[in-house]
């Protein structure tokens, strides 16, 4: 119903279950096609009702609610896109939109009212520690997405920290972990244990061993974006380690791992992971 107010709201709700439905089974006066349509008779005595929007989680001038994305996360029960496309939205590739709160809704973007421009491509995203993790490509941002008011049903959707000089290699460049987010740029592998973030990699940037077969994080890097291969990092439960997936100059697989309790670096031959997934 439509409010004189000119909103729409909520008369009530009928379940299929409700036994007041009845089938109309009368025969078509102009054909033999039986109407096999079904009815419920309410009575509407105007009483007012919830406003369209809260029961949906967007406006009602809403018309269109998708949003074309390259990049998403799901986060504290709500999609994140990235990288998007929409026609009604200049520099839509720099806006991060989210679907609205409703329940179900996973494909429905409030895009109009409930967006976040941080002015640059988003590389990346994650969630983690409770805030949306984006990478672009000089920064690391921590979003907020907390609630403000609950019965209101508004969330907080702003850039609460930035790490300047950092970025990441791929989008599948990272891997959460109960020790922390991992995650790798051409210069380091970092690790946010959820109060800063920090270097790793230093003992393996440079394999001062090795030289001539420049098998050094920062070399092998290099190789494998040459290869045409991205780098996937990975966690392993049963070591405990976090594991790197590189290629050598000669196109090799190789895996640099990092054993998180005793804090030391192994290089070895490996695999070129399409995908990586764990359980």
């Known amino acids: 119903r439509k409010r004189t107010t000119g909103s729409y709201e909520l008369v009530t709700d ?16 102009t054909s033999e096609i039986r109407n096999d349509s079904w009815r419920y008779e309410y009575k509407d005595y105007g009483r ?37 496309y929409h026609p009604e ?3 839509a590739s ?33 969630s983690f520690n409770g805030l949306l993790y984006v990478w672009t490509s000089n920064e690391v941002l921590k979003i907020d997405t907390s609630v403000i008011d609950f019965a209101a049903g508004i969330d907080n959707f702003s850039i609460v920290d930035t790490y300047p000089g950092l970025s990441i290699l791929d989008k599948d460049a990272w891997v959460v972990t109960k020790y922390g987010l991992f995650f790798a740029d051409e210069n380091n592998i970092y690790l946010d244990n959820g109060n800063s973030i920090n270097p790793i990699a230093g003992p393996i940037l440079k394999n ?9 994080y920062t070399d092998l890097v290099k190789h494998t ?20 997936f590189l290629v050598d100059k000669d196109n090799n697989p190789k895996s640099y791992s990092f054993h998180l ?13 399409k995908s990586i997934a764990m359980g």
Request: hydrophobic share 35%; proline share 5%.
């Open 261 to 273: 309790i005793n804090k030391r670096w192994d290089y070895s031959e490996s695999i070129v992971p």
């Open 14 to 29: 009928i379940p299929f279950s409700d036994p007041e439905w009845y089938q109309d089974l009368d025969l078509d006066s």
């Open 89 to 91: 939205v200049p520099e």
């Open 48 to 84: 007012s009702g919830p406003l369209f929007d809260n029961v949906t989680g967007f406006s009602e001038d809403l018309r269109d609610g998708s949003v074309n994305y390259k990049l998403c996360c799901f986060h504290e029960g709500r999609l994140y896109g990235g990288e998007c």
């Open 94 to 126: 720099h806006y991060l939109f989210r679907t609205v709160k409703a329940q179900g809704q996973w494909n429905t973007f409030d895009w109009a009212f409930d967006y976040l421009d941080i002015k640059q491509i988003p590389l990346a995203m994650a």
């Open 225 to 244: 974006r040459l290869s045409g291969n991205a780098v996937k990092i990975g966690y392993h439960a049963p070591t405990t380690s976090l594991m790197v």
């Open 208 to 216: 001062t061993a090795m030289v001539n077969d420049e098998v050094g």
